[in-house]
């Protein structure tokens, strides 16, 4: 008989933590409840147990969360359906003082837990509204875009934080609570407009009948009225004293036929409604709406502390998020490493649906990097600046919000419209007082604060701009550590640097390389002749003649006044010669202008190749460097290979 009865157990169950929960559900849990712990009192024989009031207690305890009056119908159906049974079922002498004992000690276990048990639950339901409203002033104002994460100073500040949010809670409390009994009326509500869902929301109140509702929305046609218009009205039931019943009650208590509304502002800003309800009439609730007025203005003032509260929690999640941007920002060492930290940071202050970058190309610009939902769509597209926004903002060195609209805006020029009415923000990006290029923020929404959303990008864009100065400067200064300032090729140290890298990797790999020494004939003569500054020249011209010839994988260095090192990855010594011949035959044919005159040079040229006979890479520079002795010993003007 018990297990015909679990499956509708289960179910009742479901339904009563269901989000459709209801009174029918809960009679629905009551009589199968009552019923399966009948059954299985005396299908285990528990009936004569010492264990058996027990039974009243796991009642008693689900009973706490049932309605009160749901909970007083299974108690008395329960004490009722137990005696029947012990009267059908267990027939014998003293019947009756069995189930009077039973009677009493279950009801002073059931009233006893039922008391306890209820004044717990709403005490825990109490602390776990206080600090779901804890959780949300902590986040800020309404629409605050921040994540929630840990900082330098935001643990020790949190702390005071929910401290003082604490006060200010009980504060209002005691306000509203106090002058609800002051006033004789039956409650007092603070509620506040729910973002989410459109209506209002039991923010904070004191009742002396009926339990308020703080946890769903109410309908905000009323109060709605009062916040627009800024000014109190008073409802009253049909006929002048009929009953009304507000819907921020969970069971609107009987009697209230007057129910005055009064905004509640703060620095000039309506922040909420006050709503008294109880049986006024018509005269006294006039009367006291300066009272009400004289309420509510201090409740704004309260309430003020919180919102400025929650402000200055914004403002320091703001500078945190700042100071994280900034230090990613110095650690950064590619351009490609800023734009992602750049758009990562904008993604999580702001509600950014897409962002590009783009970078001027003269005339036009286009986009290098991208983020979002329609990143592809934008990615690498080149436009004119001229038919574009980006191309104004440019031109004015100004930062353009666009609020949205009914019409598509040419962010990107008329062959790349962004979406119809859709929200953009466009900064330019200033390095070193030169105009580079933008950043595209398109939103998801509009009605943003978007005062707010520039002072953040403003500072963003800021801390790249330096962050690319600084990315320039470092460049500037790897490039000079290992260049050659006169000739732009690498120097020694790069070479050096270079030939070892390559060492390693063709003895693992067996694969070919190849080193010229090249060297300027007769140099020295030209600058006795001539002077340093045409022997400068002569540099630079064959510099730029090696540079013609060579590859872009080939490594080409100036190791000394007038002698140069090429190393030619994967060339055999015979490649090797025939590229050193075409660098020999063009120096001998270009010529180099001096005063009225113009003069012409020659080179020599040593080869050294592996595979060969070279156990280190020292050998294999001793070997070039010998071809290059005996190329000039044999005449000059010609290549040599060892």
């Keep these: 008989m018990v297990l015909p009865l679990a499956p509708l157990f289960l179910t009742a169950v479901v339904r009563l933590v269901g989000s459709?929960?209801?009174?029918?559900?809960?009679?629905?849990?009551?009589?199968?409840?009552?019923?399966?712990?009948?059954?299985?009192?005396?299908?285990?024989?528990?009936?004569?147990?010492?264990?058996?009031p027990m039974l009243f207690l796991t009642a008693s305890v689900l009973a706490i969360v049932l309605d009160i009056?749901?909970?007083?119908?299974?108690?008395?159906?329960?004490?009722?359906?137990?005696?029947?049974?012990?009267?059908?079922?267990?027939?014998?002498?003293?019947?009756?003082?069995?189930?009077?004992?039973?009677?009493?000690?279950?009801?002073?276990?059931?009233?006893?837990?039922?008391?306890?048990?209820?004044?717990?639950?709403?005490?825990?339901?109490?602390?776990?509204?206080?600090?779901?409203?804890?959780?949300?002033?902590?986040?800020?104002?309404?629409?605050?875009?921040?994540?929630?994460?840990?900082?330098?100073?935001?643990?020790?500040?949190?702390?005071?934080?929910?401290?003082?949010?604490?006060?200010?809670?009980?504060?209002?409390?005691?306000?509203?609570?106090?002058?609800?009994?002051?006033?004789?009326?039956?409650?007092?509500?603070?509620?506040?407009?729910?973002?989410?869902?459109?209506?209002?929301?039991?923010?904070?109140?004191?009742?002396?009948?009926?339990?308020?509702?703080?946890?769903?929305?109410?309908?905000?046609?009323?109060?709605?009225?009062?916040?627009?218009?800024?000014?109190?009205?008073?409802?009253?039931?049909?006929?002048?004293g009929g009953k009304l019943y507000p819907d921020y009650y969970k069971d609107p208590p009987s009697g209230v036929s007057v129910l005055a509304v009064v905004p509640v502002f703060d620095g000039g800003e309506v922040r909420g409604v006050l709503a008294f309800d109880g049986r006024l009439d018509d005269a006294v609730s006039e009367g006291r709406l300066p009272l009400f007025r004289l309420v509510a203005f201090m409740a704004g003032e309260i309430v003020g502390y919180k919102v400025h509260l929650s402000r200055f929690v914004v403002n320091l999640r703001e500078l945190e998020e700042l100071y994280a941007v900034s230090?990613?920002?110095?650690?950064?060492?590619?351009?490609?490493?800023?734009?992602?930290?750049?758009?990562?940071?904008?993604?999580?202050?702001?509600?950014?649906?897409?962002?590009?970058?783009?970078?001027?190309?003269?005339?036009?610009?286009?986009?290098?990097?991208?983020?979002?939902?329609?990143?592809?769509?934008?990615?690498?597209?080149?436009?004119?600046?001229?038919?574009?926004?980006?191309?104004?903002?440019?031109?004015?060195?100004?930062?353009?919000?666009?609020?949205?609209?009914?019409?598509?805006?040419?962010?990107?020029?008329?062959?790349?419209?962004?979406?119809?009415?859709?929200?953009?923000?466009?900064?330019?990006?200033?390095?070193?007082?030169?105009?580079?290029?933008?950043?595209?923020?398109?939103?998801?929404?509009?009605?943003l604060p978007y005062r707010f959303y520039i002072r953040i990008m403003e500072v963003i864009i800021n801390m790249t701009a330096a962050s690319m100065v600084g990315l320039r400067l470092m460049k500037r200064l790897n490039r000079f550590a290992i260049t050659d300032p006169m000739t732009g090729l690498y120097n020694r140290r790069r070479f050096n640097r270079a030939i070892r890298e390559h060492w390693e990797r063709v003895e693992r790999y067996s694969e070919n390389l190849s080193l010229l020494i090249i060297d300027i004939d007769f140099f020295k003569k030209i600058n006795d002749t001539y002077g340093h500054s045409t022997g400068d020249e002569v540099i630079k011209e064959v510099s730029a003649t090696i540079l013609r010839i060579t590859r872009k994988v080939d490594i080409v260095s100036r190791i000394g006044g007038e002698e140069f090192a090429v190393l030619l990855p994967r060339i055999s010594s015979e490649s090797a010669l025939s590229t050193a011949e075409r660098i020999r035959r063009a120096v001998k044919k270009d010529t180099i202008k001096v005063g009225g005159n113009r003069i012409s040079v020659t080179i020599s040229v040593g080869i050294s190749s592996y595979p060969g006979n070279w156990s280190s890479v020292e050998a294999l520079m001793k070997g070039a460097d010998d071809a290059l002795y005996r190329a000039k010993g044999e005449g000059r003007d010609r290549c040599v290979v060892i």
Excluded at 31 to 52: A, D, E, K, M, Q
Excluded at 350 to 362: E, N
Aim: hydrophobic share 45%; net charge neutral; with cysteine.
């Design 20 to 52: 459709r929960r209801s009174i029918l559900t809960e009679i629905e849990f009551a009589l199968v409840f009552v019923i399966l712990t009948i059954v299985v009192i005396h299908v285990t024989g528990l009936s004569r147990s010492p264990l058996y």
């Design 69 to 240: 009056r749901v909970s007083v119908a299974a108690f008395l159906f329960l004490v009722i359906s137990d005696a029947a049974s012990i009267h059908l079922l267990e027939k014998s002498a003293g019947t009756g003082e069995t189930v009077l004992v039973r009677i009493i000690v279950s009801s002073l276990f059931y009233i006893f837990f039922l008391l306890y048990g209820r004044i717990e639950f709403v005490k825990r339901a109490e602390i776990g509204r206080r600090l779901k409203r804890f959780e949300e002033d902590l986040r800020g104002l309404k629409g605050e875009a921040f994540v929630q994460k840990e900082g330098v100073s935001s643990e020790s500040v949190e702390r005071e934080a929910v401290r003082t949010l604490t006060n200010i809670d009980d504060t209002l409390f005691t306000l509203l609570d106090g002058a609800r009994e002051a006033l004789s009326v039956n409650g007092i509500c603070y509620l506040v407009p729910d973002m989410e869902d459109g209506g209002f929301r039991v923010r904070e109140g004191s009742s002396s009948a009926g339990e308020l509702n703080f946890d769903s929305s109410v309908e905000g046609g009323r109060f709605g009225t009062a916040m627009q218009t800024g000014r109190p009205l008073t409802i009253r039931g049909e006929g002048g």
């Design 327 to 447: 230090r990613k920002l110095a650690e950064a060492k590619k351009v490609g490493d800023v734009l992602d930290i750049v758009f990562a940071a904008a993604a999580r202050m702001l509600p950014v649906k897409t962002m590009a970058f783009t970078s001027r190309r003269g005339d036009e610009s286009v986009v290098i990097a991208s983020w979002g939902k329609d990143s592809e769509k934008f990615r690498k597209i080149r436009f004119k600046n001229s038919d574009s926004l980006v191309g104004w903002v440019l031109e004015n060195g100004k930062y353009l919000v666009y609020e949205g609209g009914d019409k598509k805006r040419d962010v990107f020029g008329q062959r790349y419209k962004i979406e119809r009415g859709r929200a953009f923000m466009i900064f330019p990006l200033i390095s070193e007082e030169e105009l580079i290029g933008t950043f595209v923020l398109i939103l998801r929404s509009e009605d």
